[in-house]
């Protein structure tokens, strides 16, 4: 097994994340991924997403880290909790070997109980297969979250020092990432310097040293950095911002970064299969034109998303990228309007009316509207209010999650006339519970508690006029979708909005559930329970999302001929690690070789 370790220095958020995920696009073996939070928490499941960015969930329910989902989504591998190492989970684990004595007697210390662990746990899960070819990967990636520097980083930075003897020669490599800030119109070099000192310090030592800037660097800054950090200039790689993430992959390949990992960890010695290397470059060439292609491309399809936590991006990150996805297929520019959905509101209209009139203009000029996950009271009168709009103005519409419960709210309200409707999230006393809590879920506890990961959602009989489920493929009754809800549409309220026009297309497994909702003279009304953007690929974007920019774009029908075309000619994505149990709960779901099959 060989071993990639990614540190961060200057500053964090610098883009270690993307630069992890896009440069294994250019290589053509099995790759893994491992984040490492130093944080005390032991998932990013009860972390406010306007703090650390979203919460991204995996197939087994695992509540992580927003790394993952790029891993994910630019790997197209298949992730599990187990790859998302906390200071929490490590501590938790020590403490619990010591109360069952698993120590003998010894005193327990930092070195080398918990760097043991740490080791012991990336050696582990390095090893599980995270593709459809379920093969042992041959690289694990390991990104190391915050600063180097940082106290609560240390016993991570100490493990990675010992993992590296452990893992021996050539196979074994660091890259550091930067910051080149520019001042005064001068790239300074004085950052880096003092950043690659700290990780010598810490008894680590870069191989490769990538340099964040906002423009190209200059040869006179690569030629001062590889000097003063006494590295050859080949070892240092530019990474300045580019029109899209999408261009880093290319960015990286102009620079021979393939050339350093080859030589360094001895890649030619592997022998990947015939299969693999024409799949790769089959996908290296797809991935490349539909990023350059997005240069030729000036019809834009304007989004409004109508959300709780607009002022940080990163806490839609997955929506945002799924959007990405759908309009580059789309052959669209993305235009991505962000309303705060509090200043829909009417109290905002006499507090300060500008800004109401304003979120309301850019709700109204909008191609569509999309209203995202989020949990509370606050903003969900305005997503009542643009879903209204949506609705009774034929804009196409699209709810994930809290979207899908607030529009099925406001559906009640405005065409049952059910006044009082609402969700017993916010009234637990309310008289019109038309969203309420699953009776199995625990009010207490919060981590980890939600119905979270990979679970069925069943086309019903009569939803072959659905939009949605074309996309899906109509041979399809069934599809998976990961989840992350602790509420649920009112069974007692389903017949009354069903009369009233609301289509319940897709229920669970077991028929008690309302997955997804639509409405049938509508040019795209959508509502869905679980959160379709986790499974979003860049070359198989989400079916909910990609029929939404369609449908925004007016060429919903030719979107939906050209998927159903490109799925005849692949087979179904095996790229989950459910349990065994839940393959046997499931067979309809399970291939010949035992394996979940997801759409591509």
């Known amino acids: 097994m060989k071993y990639v370790l990614v540190s961060g220095g200057v500053i964090s958020g610098i883009g270690k994340g993307v630069i992890v995920a896009k440069k294994y696009k250019l290589i053509i073996i099995h790759v893994s991924s491992i984040k490492v939070d130093p944080y005390m928490n032991i998932d990013a499941g009860t972390m406010a997403p306007t703090e650390h960015g979203e919460c991204f969930v995996l197939d087994d329910g695992g509540e992580v880290d927003l790394d993952l989902g790029n891993y994910e989504r630019y790997l197209n591998i298949t992730l599990t909790r187990e790859n998302n190492i906390t200071t929490g989970k490590v501590y938790k684990h020590v403490i619990e070997k010591e109360r069952r004595g698993d120590y003998l007697g010894k005193t327990v210390q930092v070195v080398p109980h918990v760097t043991d662990c740490i080791q012991n746990w990336i050696e582990r899960v390095a090893k599980v297969p995270v593709d459809d070819t379920n093969e042992e990967p041959d690289i694990c990636i390991v990104e190391l979250g915050g600063t180097v520097g940082d106290i609560e980083s240390a016993p991570f930075i100490e493990a990675m020092r010992q993992l590296r003897r452990r893992a021996g020669k050539n196979n074994f490599l660091q890259i550091h990432v930067s910051l080149v800030p520019v001042i ?35 040869a006179a800054t690569m030629n001062k950095i590889a000097n003063f950090c006494q590295v050859d200039l080949e070892q240092v790689i530019a990474v300045h911002d580019v029109h899209s993430t999408y ?10 970064l393939i050339t350093n990992f080859r030589e360094i960890l001895q890649l030619d010695k592997l022998t990947p299969s015939t299969k693999l290397v024409e799949r790769g470059q089959d996908t290296w060439t797809q991935w490349k034109d539909l990023a350059t292609a997005q240069e030729r491309i000036f019809d834009e399809v304007t989004i409004a998303l109508v959300g709780k936590y607009t002022n940080l991006h990163d806490s839609y990150l997955s929506v945002i990228k799924s959007l990405e996805h759908s309009a580059m297929h789309c052959r669209r520019k993305l235009n991505l309007i962000w309303v705060d959905a509090s200043l829909l509101e009417t109290a905002t209209r006499d507090t300060d009316p500008a800004k109401f009139h304003q979120a309301w203009h850019q709700v109204c000029t909008a191609n569509g509207i999309l209203v995202p996950g989020g949990f509370g009271l606050r903003g969900t009168e305005g997503m009542i209010a643009a879903a209204q709009w949506a ?12 979207g899908m419960q607030l529009a099925v709210c406001e559906f009640a ?14 009234f637990p006393e309310t008289s019109a519970p038309v969203i309420i809590s699953m009776p199995e879920i625990d009010q207490v506890n919060l981590g980890g508690t939600m119905r979270l990961g990979l679970r069925p959602t069943n086309f019903q009989p009569g939803s072959e006029w659905s939009r949605l489920r074309a996309l899906y493929g109509p041979e399809h009754t069934s599809i998976l979708e990961r989840h992350r809800h602790r509420f ?39 509502g869905v329970q679980f959160h379709p953007e986790y499974l979003s690929r860049v070359l198989a974007p989400s079916k909910p999302y990609l029929g939404f920019v369609a449908a925004a774009a007016r060429c919903l029908e030719k979107t939906t001929r050209e998927v159903r075309e490109m799925d005849g000619k692949m087979r179904p994505e095996r790229t989950s690690n459910l349990p065994k149990e839940a393959k046997e709960m499931h067979p309809e779901l399970v291939n010949g070789n035992g394996d979940v099959q997801k759409h591509p």
Not at 247 to 256: K, N, S
Not at 413 to 426: L, M
Not at 497 to 525: A, C, Q, S, T
Request: aromatic fraction near 6%.
């Open 184 to 218: 005064g119109g001068e790239q300074k070099t004085k950052p880096t310097q003092q950043a690659i000192k700290e990780v010598r310090s810490a008894g680590l030592s870069p191989d490769l040293i990538a340099c964040r800037c906002p423009q190209k660097l200059e």
């Open 247 to 256: 261009h880093v992959p290319m960015l990286l390949e102009e620079q021979g």
């Open 391 to 402: 609705r009774t103005n034929k804009t196409p519409y699209l709810g994930i999650c809290l």
């Open 413 to 426: 309200r405005n065409v049952c006339k059910i006044p009082d409707a609402t969700s017993a999230e916010f």
């Open 488 to 526: 649920e549409v009112n069974p007692q309220y389903i017949a009354q909005l069903e009369e009233g026009g609301l289509n319940f297309i897709g229920k669970d497994d077991k028929g008690v559930r309302m997955e997804i909702v639509e409405i049938k003279d509508h040019p795209w009304y959508v």
